[in-house]
């Protein structure tokens, strides 16, 4: 079974410097999609960023860019310029490409923080 | 832009009642899922749903669980008999079948079930 392990429960940014969140995870597969979730005070899930796994080049999405390294199973978060507003828990995720409906495997999450 | 709907937002109910959960997932979805989230914890994949009929249960998703999707919009989530260690968020996701997001899974708001 695949695994996520995020090891930072919590990290501190301050605002408009940059901050990178960490993710490992443990699979056999070659094919599989990774995800970054963004979960405010809210508890409601919103999707950061992904990346397909047979991709080299690194996902970005504006502030928000990833480290994808396949062969050491990594795929960090880096937060550019960071804002009040990014200040929440991230979530890892991971997703087999095998089967039709597969489901998402959370890490355990990094509460960020994001200071004056 | 289309959202996954979930209601009710918050939901109370005493121990060894049944409770109905309901989710109305993006329209051209055809994959369907419930998680949950224990406060505190990580996100718990429940069970997914795909042509009529489960295709993948968590080890949680027991006897007491069930999905159905009863009009073609809907996706409801039931448990019979609520006990305490239910209490947790409830989140709905939907997935289209194909296509560059098709394999995004989109998260609802969630509904937060207490048991006393």
């Known amino acids: 079974a695949q695994t996520v392990t995020q090891s930072q429960p919590e990290m501190s940014v301050q605002e408009a410097e940059t901050v990178t969140l960490s993710c490992t995870y443990d699979?056999?597969?070659?094919?599989?999609?990774l995800f970054w979730y963004k979960q405010p005070p809210s508890r409601q899930m919103i999707l950061v960023i992904r990346?397909?796994?047979?991709?080299?080049q690194n996902a970005t999405e504006n502030r928000f860019s990833v480290n994808f390294q396949k062969a050491a199973k990594s795929f960090s978060l880096k937060i550019s310029d960071s804002q009040l507003g990014d200040a929440a828990m991230y979530f890892c995720a991971y997703r087999s490409q095998t089967g039709t409906a597969s489901k998402l495997t959370f890490g355990t999450g990094t509460r960020l923080q994001v200071t004056l | 832009e289309p959202e996954v709907t979930q209601t009710p937002s918050h939901q109370v109910t005493q121990m060894g009642q049944e409770v109905i959960l309901r989710c109305v997932p993006i329209?051209?979805?055809?994959?369907f899922y419930w998680y949950r989230q224990i406060l505190g914890q990580k996100v718990e994949f429940l069970v997914s749903?795909?042509?009529?009929?489960?295709?993948?249960k968590s080890e949680i998703f027991d006897d007491q669980f069930s999905v159905e999707r009863p009009d073609g919009s809907n996706f409801t989530l039931k448990i019979r008999s609520t006990k305490l260690e239910d209490s947790a968020m409830y989140f709905c996701a939907s997935r289209r079948l194909a296509g560059y997001a098709g394999n995004t899974q989109y998260f609802g708001p969630g509904t937060r079930l207490t048991v006393l």
């Open positions: 749903f795909y042509n009529n009929e489960i295709s993948e």
């Open positions: 699979t056999s597969e070659s094919d599989y999609y």
């Open positions: 990346q397909e796994a047979y991709k080299q």
């Open positions: 329209s051209n979805h055809l994959y």
